[in-house]
């Protein structure tokens, strides 16, 4: 019979203790919510609104690793962007931009592309040695955006020598722009002389 008693003591001053630590923990996590909860308010600069919420932080999307969504309109305007360093990029013959900007697998194609432009590496080579874009005016510029597939098809003006020849006048070029993690790189460009008005 002592034996009993003194088991069940033994589980009863067990168990007692569980319940203290458990108590003990459970007050600790709630004073250390009140702690991060109240350290941000006391951050916040002299006079700043106070506030039952953190703020939000907007992370720079080059500064991490988080992949971001972006809006349609958001991704436009970045394309539109692109287009824009893209044509500095060969009018400045600037291979360390172009490669950046040009994907492994890019294929250009059009009426003027020949065999010795038919990749990345071929393209960049024949552009820094054949073309010479003098000037160009973009004149109308449109994005169609499809997740992470844009579309660009730009209407411009030009004046260039390729390969020692003079080339100038209207053109419009279609290039297929594809997300891959975080970069946007152009995977396709077409480009066609619009014919003079007659």
């Known amino acids: 019979m002592q034996k009993i008693i003194l088991v ?28 991060t909860a109240d350290a941000w308010r006391q951050a916040l600069p002299e006079g700043a609104p106070a506030s039952d919420t953190p703020p939000i932080v907007v992370m720079d999307e080059s500064k991490d690793n988080v992949e971001v969504e972006e809006k349609a309109a958001q991704i436009e305007k970045r394309i539109l962007d692109l287009e824009r360093r893209l044509m500095e990029a060969i009018k400045q013959r600037d291979s360390v931009a172009l490669k950046h900007l040009l994907a492994d697998d890019f294929m250009p194609a059009g009426s003027n592309i020949t065999a010795a432009q038919s990749d990345k590496t071929r393209f960049i080579e024949w552009s820094l ?23 660009v098809t730009v209407h411009y003006k030009q004046q260039a020598v390729i390969a020692g020849s003079p080339s100038e006048g209207n053109f ?17 460009h ?9």
């Open 8 to 35: 069940i003591t033994t589980l009863l001053l067990t168990t007692l203790a569980n319940i203290s630590i458990y108590a003990q923990n459970t007050e600790k996590k709630e004073t250390e919510k009140t702690t």
């Open 129 to 151: 040695k054949n073309l010479e874009l003098k000037s160009y005016v973009v004149e109308k510029a449109t994005v169609r955006v499809y997740q992470t597939t844009a579309v």
């Open 172 to 188: 419009i070029a279609t290039d297929v722009w594809v997300k891959r993690g975080k970069r946007w790189q152009a995977v396709s």
């Open 190 to 198: 077409h480009v066609s002389q619009l014919s003079k008005p007659q």
